[in-house]
């Protein structure tokens, strides 16, 4: 088995700050993803990667870049933090488009 | 949400029951994926499925590409199955990644 880490678990930021997520996984999976789940909807793709360095945007990749600086890792900037903004930003990875595991997620406010 | 419609929205289950779940899709489904994720917010993958079927426990998934429908069968329902269930596919012709419906909500009573 393996483990998808988050973090951090909550961020807290102000308007107009760039904000940075991370997440790490061991299950030596190619592919990476980020997703956004606003209150009682769906997740929608932001930015996904299948192999280090690889970059590739999803549907709501504007506001956003993301960086993948290894096999293991994969990062997502909130570029310009939008005021009131609430959601979860939630991490999973997968071989190629296969079967998706998820982290906890980063519950983000901004002030 | 408007590509992967999930019905019924939400669910109220007594304990022992059995319900299904279902989702349509209108972009040409390859793959599905159901998740569930608990109040925690923590999403488990419950299947990955290729056009046929799995079953796993007292859950059972279907997957028909020819008529674009999923469903999800929950058998002998449990407290801990409640949670909010999402379906999501993977279509070559549409977004990489997978595309999720809004979720059915599941709430099992005593």
């Known amino acids: 088995g393996g483990i998808i880490t988050q973090t951090p678990k909550f961020l807290i930021g102000q308007e107009g700050q760039k904000l940075t997520l991370k997440c790490q996984q061991n299950f030596n999976h190619d592919t990476m993803y980020w997703y956004r789940q606003d209150s009682g909807k769906g997740l929608r793709l932001i930015y996904y990667s299948i192999t280090e360095n690889d970059l590739q945007k999803g549907d709501l990749s504007e506001g956003y870049d993301a960086s993948r600086e290894k096999k293991s890792s994969f990062s997502l900037t909130v570029t310009s933090a939008q005021k009131n903004e609430m959601a979860v930003f939630l991490c999973?990875?997968?071989?190629?488009?296969?079967?998706?595991?998820f982290g906890h997620g980063t519950k983000l406010s901004v002030l | 949400g408007d590509k992967v419609k999930q019905s019924p929205s939400a669910l109220s289950l007594q304990e022992g029951t059995n319900s299904a779940l279902r989702c349509n899709f209108s972009?040409?489904?390859?793959?599905v994926q159901w998740f569930l994720q608990n109040p925690r917010g923590s999403l488990m993958n419950l299947f990955y499925l290729v056009p046929g079927t799995k079953e796993n426990g007292r859950l059972k998934s279907a997957f028909d590409s020819k008529e674009s429908y999923s469903t999800l069968h929950i058998r002998d329902a449990q407290l801990e199955d409640s949670g909010t269930y999402f379906c999501?596919?993977?279509?070559?012709?549409?977004?990489?990644?997978?595309?999720f419906g809004l979720g059915t909500r599941v709430s099992v009573f005593p």
């Open positions: 972009i040409a489904a390859t793959t």
């Open positions: 999973a990875s997968s071989i190629s488009n296969e079967r998706l595991f």
């Open positions: 999501a596919a993977e279509a070559d012709n549409y977004a990489q990644g997978l595309t």
